[in-house]
Every structure is written in structure tokens, then in C-alpha cells.
């Protein structure tokens, strides 16, 4: 996939993601804004895409987890699911 294209991957199949529109924008940053606000000095980080979510069936290796989505907003209270290219998340199936 091109670099300047957004896609999500569920269950295997991509989807392409359409740029979000102004108030889409308007919304998620003051959703980010108050979220950060509340998690200030708790163990919680709230992270705004692009932010990669894994989400592996079992142990199986990144590069062939079926699901990876950039969802809006972000809360991550696990620290040990932080990766360099994004969050490992709950496992499904």
C-alpha cells in the first residue's frame, strides 16, 4: 500500500479510510484535550492516530496479525502492549 493512502486490516481484508473531515478534526482533538486532561498523573496515555492497534489471534509475529486499525482515540493503560509502531492489543478469537 502507497504511503499517502490510510488502510485499516480486519480480519484479513483491507479497508481504505477516507481523510477525516474538519469537524471530524474538531471533535477527536477535544476529545484528545479532555482525555489527556483527566489521565494527568495516572498510568493510563491517551494517543491520537495515527496510531497502529495490532490485534493478534495468539503470539503470532506483527507482520501476519490479520486486524490492525487506527482508531480516533486511544487509551492505553498497559504499558507492555506499547510497541515502536504502535500498540499490540487485545488478542480476539
Known sequence: MADDERWELIDGVAYAMTGPVRIHQEIVTELGRQVGNYLQGKPCKSLCRPFGHTSPRTD??????????????????????????????????
Not at 72 to 85: A, E, G, R, V
Open 60 to 93: 503470532e509475529a506483527t507482520p501476519k496479525v490479520e486486524t490492525v486499525v487506527q482508531p480516533d482515540l486511544s487509551i492505553i493503560c498497559d504499558q507492555s502492549k506499547l510497541d515502536k509502531p504502535g500498540c499490540r492489543g487485545a488478542r480476539i478469537g
